[in-house]
């Protein structure tokens, strides 16, 4: 059997996503499978072809890679391939799909409003009767905290926009909950555990996500065991909403009553050396081996139904 490792891609998280797909390859070489590391293009469906692999583990991160595309592009071409499929990525990708999707399943999410590109001056004409201050501003379709910020006045929240719709024609516009972020790991339909993630900075964004040494991580987190079980549940509830498969993690915020409300779901979590869905695998006895063997396992199984 042969094992392609899809990683790089085109979106601005090519660079994680290079070095998340570079520690898979190794754990898979390590494991003595027979693996080749693909780093993803426009010019992918060749490749495939050329490589003629077996199963593809996919560690690609935003855009294509994880909305859906390369998903449908791998079952057209009848390669079986890790994680979700096309219809559960691409709504976990699309922000405003996902928290609609929580809604309808009773799964809390911070109070939130979609402003797209055309309605912006309306939507700051309006302000105080749809959003207060502070509130967080994100583009719809994009991971990895890409393009996200925290307005405090209304300057601040049009540059965030400015900032938001560099990435898209959409932006989410939610409310601020000050709190302790709480992020859940599900393995083959079940929830693993979790961590606490304490920014340095006190903004868990980009640069505190891949630069070590400006996070520290709290496993397992020091909260109440029901309301750590609590809190697992909900994580796997809002997995199984979208229909996600194989490995994902789910991003949540506890805010100062121990409320929680659910901010995604990441369905190709990060595997570089400060990614939490390894360090999360590490409290049910996953190495980092055996969590990237467990992973495509699962995908071949999936396969075989």
Do not use: W
């Given at each position: 059997m042969k094992v392609g490792v899809i990683a790089g891609g085109v979106?601005?998280?090519?660079?994680?996503?290079?070095?998340?797909?570079t520690a898979v390859f190794?754990?898979?070489?390590?494991?003595?499978?027979?693996?080749?590391?693909?780093?993803?293009?426009?010019?992918?469906?060749?490749?495939?072809?050329?490589?003629?692999?077996?199963?593809?583990?996919?560690?690609l991160h935003g855009g294509w890679g994880e909305n859906g595309g390369i998903q449908g592009m791998l079952?057209?071409?009848?390669?079986?391939?890790?994680?979700?499929?096309?219809?559960?990525?691409?709504?976990?990708?699309?922000?405003?799909?996902?928290?609609?999707?929580?809604?309808?399943?009773?799964?809390?999410?911070?109070?939130?409003?979609?402003?797209?590109?055309?309605?912006?001056?309306?939507?700051?004409?309006?302000?105080?009767?749809?959003?207060?201050?502070?509130?967080?501003?994100?583009?719809?379709?994009?991971?990895?905290s890409?393009?996200?910020?925290?307005?405090?006045?209304?300057?601040?929240?049009?540059?965030?926009?400015?900032e938001a719709f560099k990435y898209g024609d959409r932006a989410i516009?939610?409310?601020?909950?000050?709190?302790?972020?709480?992020?859940?790991?599900?393995?083959?339909?079940?929830?693993?555990?979790?961590?606490?993630?304490?920014?340095?900075?006190?903004?868990?964004?980009?640069?505190a996500k891949y630069t070590k040494g400006l996070t520290e991580y709290i496993l397992p987190p020091e909260i109440d065991k029901s309301l750590y079980e609590k809190l697992k549940e909900l994580g796997l509830k809002a997995h199984k909403a979208l229909g996600c498969k194989g490995g994902t993690r789910v991003d949540i915020i506890l805010d100062k009553e121990n409320n929680p409300y659910v901010l995604e779901v990441n369905t190709i979590p990060g595997m570089t050396e400060t990614s939490l869905l390894?360090?999360?695998?590490?409290?049910?006895?996953?190495?980092f081996k055996a969590l990237v063997r467990e992973i495509l396992e699962l995908a071949l199984k999936e396969n075989e139904k």
């Open positions: 979106s601005s998280e090519r660079e994680v996503s290079l070095r998340s797909g190794n754990a898979l070489k390590e494991l003595g499978y027979n693996v080749v590391f693909i780093d993803a293009d426009r010019n992918i469906c060749q490749r495939l072809g050329e490589e003629k692999i077996d199963v593809a583990f996919l560690v079952e057209v071409m009848g390669i079986p391939y890790t994680g979700s499929g096309i219809l559960a990525s691409s709504m976990a990708m699309d922000k405003e799909v996902t928290k609609k999707i929580f809604l309808y399943h009773g799964i809390p999410v911070p109070p939130f409003k979609v402003v797209r590109r055309d309605e912006i001056e309306a939507f700051l004409d309006s302000l105080s009767q749809i959003i207060s201050f502070p509130c967080v501003v994100k583009p719809a379709e994009e991971g990895s890409v393009g996200v910020s925290i307005a405090r006045d209304k300057e601040e929240l049009n540059i965030s926009l400015i516009v939610e409310k601020f909950i000050e709190g302790r972020e709480i992020h859940i790991g599900v393995l083959g339909g079940r929830a693993l555990g979790g961590v606490e993630v304490k920014p340095k900075k006190g903004f868990y964004d980009y640069e390894p360090k999360i695998a590490q409290l049910e006895g996953y190495d």
